[in-house]
């Protein structure tokens, strides 16, 4: 990590993993949403006392020099800003997961792999809301297997229509293979955790796939799944 020069306006925008497998793959980045964050900056050094009167109580924060961006949402955007502008708002609702960048790792000797599950909790007022379930967007489910995936619960898109087109010949239980050319991904709803897995003998080489897990009234947390090659028996 590095520190840019913050006498002038600067935009440090870089590709994530995923934004670069997806390149490398040739597909469109397809980016719809972004998020802030405010890693790296002390507000201790709020001074309502400066001398120079109220345009300069956060100077020494601006001050600040400013962090380059690396691509793991983990170190970089621990801390998101979120919300709708609402001031005096000491607490929204977030989302927490313990383990944001698992590994589907492939079984020993075998051309299966050990699935994962991601169990996310609701913090509302520094509290864990119990039972609550949650929308799990998956952006690419080529290769996957989502165990607790049904017909009810889940909603299939190849070209973000948001559509169970009957022409893709998938159905929630019955994914795309690795190789299927145009990625597709899944939105599975109102459940408590997503299981996920790869498909035997599928994964020719290490993927990355992100994971959107929402809740209406929350800002959403985003995780980063490697799925690890399966399609020989050797270790």
Do not use: C, W
């Amino acid at each position: 990590m590095g520190i840019l020069d913050n006498d002038t306006v600067i935009v440090d925008a870089i590709l994530t993993k995923l934004g670069r497998q997806k390149l490398a793959q040739g597909q469109s980045l397809g980016i719809t949403q972004f998020a802030f964050g405010d890693t790296g900056v002390d507000y201790t050094l709020y001074n309502p006392d400066h001398p120079s009167g109220s345009d300069s109580y956060g100077s020494a924060i601006t001050s600040l020099p400013m962090l380059e961006a690396v691509p793991d949402n983990d170190v970089f955007l621990r801390f998101q800003l979120y919300g709708e502008g609402e001031r005096n708002v000491t607490n929204f609702a977030y989302i927490t997961i313990e383990n944001a960048s698992p590994t589907i790792v492939k079984v020993a000797g075998t051309t299966t792999s050990t699935p994962i599950t991601l169990t996310p909790t609701l913090i509302s007022n520094d509290t864990a809301v119990a039972d609550t379930v949650f929308n799990f967007k998956v952006l690419d489910v080529r290769g996957l297997l989502i165990t607790n995936a049904t017909e009810d619960n889940t909603v299939l898109d190849a070209f973000s229509s948001m559509s169970t087109d009957p022409i893709l010949g998938f159905t929630p239980t019955s994914l795309p293979a690795y190789d299927y050319p145009n990625p597709v991904t899944a939105i599975v709803r109102s459940e408590q955790n997503l299981v996920l897995s790869a498909q035997a003998e599928q994964i020719t080489s290490q993927k990355s796939v992100g994971v959107e897990v929402s809740y209406d009234g929350a800002a959403s947390k985003f995780v980063t799944v490697t799925v690890n090659v399966n399609n020989t028996t050797a270790t």
